[in-house]
Structures are given as structure tokens and as C-alpha cells.
């Protein structure tokens, strides 16, 4: 029967039938020809792509980069196609003109949210920006973020401040982690906003093995390089067991709120008028035990490590330029007379303000905020984003431009003060928060504890280093994972103004 068919094929046609395969792959390639270029980049090694060229530090070899081969760079990490933004203009493209196409996340094998099931219930590492996404954004801004929101919050932020001013008064001419107070105290006023309760205390957070030495163990275990993310096809497998040790962390963290969701479904049974806060709020809106705990999970660890880290860096940053820390006291001495900084002082406080601005410029807590992944394919800035490609935006390196900012890498609040520039997602030389559909939800309730806690470190005490070390030694590199903590913490001594 086959032979039969063959016969019947005229003889002319077979010359056609061999050369239509290559006929296919030359319009295959010219039809790709047309579409742009994707971004250039180092030269990219079989197998390994560039994993050899990143070193210890990324952020400074993609800063380094992107002064190389462009504002707009490719490369190869594994399998994995990574693209980077380093200028404004590159970030304006994607966070804005093709934020439509650029939104998805891109999602590590060892976040907690990888998992088909628990992605369902993040807001922060969702795969797409879905119907799902919209309503979890939705609630977390109305019943946290909104205007009235966090109008509502102002005394549970105010009396955490006077704690932790309590304590600190109580700690007079010792040694403190700036980091480990401010975690702590940020750490406890989430807990109230979110579920009424003080979580921790401060004592509990100087020893080792503190909550925020659980959430940071996240953080790493998140950020550590993983075979799993560079070879996807590795991914069932966890080889190094990270994605096995985030989970356990996780466990752990939510073991601290079983209590609490239990005793208050049992409470709320049949009652949905007294919603006194975010749980019974989510209660209410009949979320499950598994979304509450990765609601909690996401939004206290994200508030606490950022603004822990900002708050850091901005006393750091104080004590190195001690003519900044000047007039940030004259200014709280001058508008600041009773015996506790309140929210209502900030709009009073320009220079203070200017200084968290020009932290948060120096040192973004999320330097390539957190990766986004192409949904379809793109052109941006005449060069193609392939589909799937991860997209990082190099929020740190656009701070620094000289081509935005004068005297890129000192410390300089004055740049603030007859400046236009806000961290709100619309100039986009200016970026700590991100921009467009992704943009940090939790911005306005930083935008309320970070100065108001700097403010109250500065009108209440005068800091000293130990030892008598000079400011001007401090060290000032970076550690990075997730977020860009200091290397070495800051420990500054107390002293009680008079």
C-alpha cells in the first residue's frame, strides 16, 4: 500500500518535498530577523550562561554592566534569561509603557509562594497580576493602606514609638543594634495593626535566635543562588534542600498566630460587624487559615526587614555627616515641644523628611525591587524582551546616575528640599517602591513610621559610637539578599537629652 502511494507522487514534486524543511527555517529566520534584537550583554558561556562573570556582589558586577553594554542588558544565568534596567528611561518603559506585558512575577524556588496552591494565596509573588491579585490588593488597601486606614492607625504607631523611646531610655549609656530596636518596634505595631497583639519584645530581639533573625534566615534562604531557579527542570528535585529549609522557616513563623486565628474565629462566629482589625477583617471576608497565614507572612516580614533596614541606614548615615544630624535636631527642637514626636509633626519637618528621601535614594531597601516576568514577549527601548525572560529593574544603580543626580554618591538632603521628586512611583529617577501595577503596596504606612521613628531616635537622645570609634570609619558596605541590609549593624550608645 505505501509503495502504491509513492508511485503515484509525480516525479517532479520530490525535489519540492526535500527543499520545503529549509524553505520552513529560512522564513523562520526571516520572520525573526524582523523583530528586534534582544538586549546585548557579556558573552554568555554554554550551559553555565554568565554564572562564572556575577562574583559575590551582583548588584555592583549588573551596575557594573549596565555601564558596559547599556541601560538596557541581557544575560544568561543557567537557562534563565535575565534582562536589567539601569537608567530612568528604561524603567519608565518598563514599569509604565509595557507594565501591561512586564507585570508578572517571577517567582524563586525557594519562596514559600512557589508552590501552585500558596501562590494563590500571595499578593506580593503571584504569577500574574489576575483577578485573585486584584482583590487581595484591594483588600489589603482598603483595610490597611487607604487614606482612612492609615488615619485609623496613627495611635497604635504613636504609642509603639513611646515604647520603644521607653526602652531605650531604660538602656541609657549601653551598646544597642539600631537594627534589632526598630525590627522589634515595627514588629509589634504590625502585630497591633494586624491582629491587636504585641508579637515579641525588645528584650527577646537582642538575643540570638529573634524573630528577626527568622525572617532574615527567609530572606537568605530566598536569595541564595539555587540550582532549582537556574536550571527549572531541576526544580522537583531541591537539590540543595533550600526550598525544604524556607518551608520549615515558614512553618515556624506561622506557629506564632495559630492561637490568635483560632480564639478569634470563635469569637467572631456569627458576628460580622465588630471588625476591630485586619484578622477579624479577613475572617469576615471568609479567608482560610492557609491565606491569613501567607497574608501575615508577606506583609510582616516585607514591612519589618525594608523599614528596619531604612531606618539603619538613615542613622548611619546621620552619624557619618554629623552636619546633616545638626539641623535635624535643630529643626525637632524648633517644632517639637511637647514630650513625644507625633505624625502630625512630620508635615513639619521638611529636613528630616529630606534625609529618609535621600536614604532611600542611596540605599533602596529592594535594589531590583522584586523580579518581574515577561508575560509575552516585548520591545522596549528597540530591543526584544523574550517571553518568560525575568526583568530586574536596578533601582540602586538609577539613584546613582550622575546623568539625574549631582554629586551622585554623597549625602545631600538639600537635593530634596526645592525638589519635586517622590518616591510614589511617577519619577522614575527615583524609584525605592517601584512603580506601576507592582508598585510596594505598603508605602503609605512607611511613608508614617520610618521618619517618625527617626525623628524620635534623634529629639530624644544624642548618639555616640563605642569605643570612641570615628564616624568617618564606619563601614558602609552592603549585604545583599531580597533586601540591602548593612553588613555590619549599627550599634550606636544612648544618651537621655536633658
Avoid at 497591633?192 to 525572617?215: C, K, P, T, W
Avoid at 537539590?239 to 474565629?265: D, N, P, V
Avoid at 510596594?440 to 513610621?449: I, L
Wanted: aromatic fraction near 8%; hydrophobic fraction near 40%; charge should be neutral.
Amino acid at each position: 500500500m505505501a509503495e502504491t502511494l509513492v508511485m503515484e507522487v509525480p516525479n517532479f514534486l520530490f525535489p519540492i518535498l526535500l527543499l520545503l524543511p529549509v524553505l520552513y527555517l529560512i522564513l523562520k529566520h526571516f520572520k525573526a530577523s524582523k523583530s528586534p534584537p534582544i538586549p546585548p550583554g557579556p558573552f554568555s558561556w554554554p550551559i553555565l550562561g554568565n554564572l562564572l562573570q556575577i562574583g559575590e556582589n551582583p548588584l555592583a558586577t549588573l551596575t557594573q554592566f549596565g555601564q558596559t553594554y547599556g541601560p538596557l542588558f541581557s544575560l544568561k544565568l543557567g537557562s534563565q534569561r535575565v534582562v536589567v534596567a539601569s537608567s530612568s528611561a528604561v524603567a519608565m518603559e518598563i514599569l509604565k509603557t509595557q507594565d501591561r506585558l512586564l507585570c508578572g512575577r517571577y517567582v524563586p524556588h525557594a519562596a514559600p509562594a512557589k508552590s501552585r496552591e500558596h501562590n494563590g494565596l500571595s499578593v506580593a509573588w503571584i504569577v500574574e497580576c489576575n483577578e485573585t491579585w486584584k482583590y487581595l490588593r484591594t483588600l489589603c488597601r482598603s483595610i490597611l493602606f487607604s487614606s482612612k486606614a492609615i488615619e485609623s492607625q496613627v495611635c497604635v504607631r504613636e504609642e509603639r514609638v513611646r515604647k520603644m523611646v521607653k526602652y531605650i531610655v531604660s538602656m541609657e549609656g549601653k551598646p544597642l543594634k539600631v537594627r534589632d530596636i526598630t525590627f522589634a518596634m515595627i514588629f509589634n505595631m504590625l502585630g497591633n495593626i494586624f491582629l491587636s497583639v504585641d508579637l515579641i519584645d525588645f528584650e527577646q530581639e537582642s538575643e540570638a535566635g529573634g524573630m528577626s533573625g527568622v525572617l532574615r534566615s527567609v530572606m537568605e534562604v530566598v536569595a541564595a543562588p539555587n540550582l532549582s531557579d537556574l536550571y527549572p527542570l531541576l526544580g522537583q528535585l531541591d537539590l540543595q534542600g533550600l526550598r525544604k529549609k524556607s518551608m520549615e522557616i515558614y512553618k515556624k513563623f506561622c506557629t506564632m498566630f495559630e492561637a490568635t486565628i483560632k480564639e478569634r474565629r470563635e469569637r467572631n462566629r456569627g458576628d460580622t460587624q465588630s471588625q476591630k482589625d485586619f484578622l477579624d477583617a479577613l475572617i469576615c471576608n471568609g479567608s482560610s487559615d492557609e491565606q491569613i497565614n501567607m497574608l501575615l507572612f508577606e506583609l510582616i516580614s516585607a514591612g519589618t526587614d525594608t523599614s528596619s533596614s531604612t531606618i539603619e541606614w538613615a542613622m548611619t548615615e546621620l552619624i557619618k555627616n554629623p552636619k546633616c544630624m545638626k539641623i535635624v535636631q535643630e529643626e525637632l527642637t524648633r517644632e517639637i515641644i511637647q514630650d513625644m514626636v507625633t505624625e502630625s509633626h512630620l508635615s513639619k519637618l521638611p529636613y528630616l523628611q529630606a534625609c529618609v528621601k535621600e536614604t532611600l535614594r542611596l540605599h533602596p531597601p529592594a535594589p531590583f525591587l522584586l523580579p518581574r516576568r515577561a508575560i509575552e514577549s516585548c520591545q522596549v527601548m528597540n530591543y526584544t524582551i523574550p517571553k518568560d525572560s525575568q526583568v530586574l529593574v536596578n533601582v540602586w544603580a538609577i539613584g546613582r546616575d550622575p546623568k539625574s543626580w549631582k554629586d551622585p554618591l554623597v549625602f545631600k538632603p538639600e537635593r530634596f528640599l526645592d525638589s519635586s521628586f517622590d518616591f510614589k512611583g511617577n519619577d522614575f529617577e527615583f524609584l525605592p517602591f517601584g512603580g506601576g501595577r507592582r508598585i510596594c503596596a505598603g508605602m503609605p504606612m512607611a511613608a508614617k513610621h520610618v521618619p517618625l521613628v527617626v525623628a524620635s531616635f534623634i529629639r530624644f537622645f544624642d548618639w555616640s559610637l563605642p569605643y570612641g570609634k570615628d564616624p568617618n570609619d564606619l563601614n558602609m558596605s552592603a549585604e545583599y539578599g531580597i533586601t540591602l541590609m548593612k553588613e555590619e549593624p549599627l550599634i550606636l550608645i544612648p544618651k537621655v537629652k536633658s
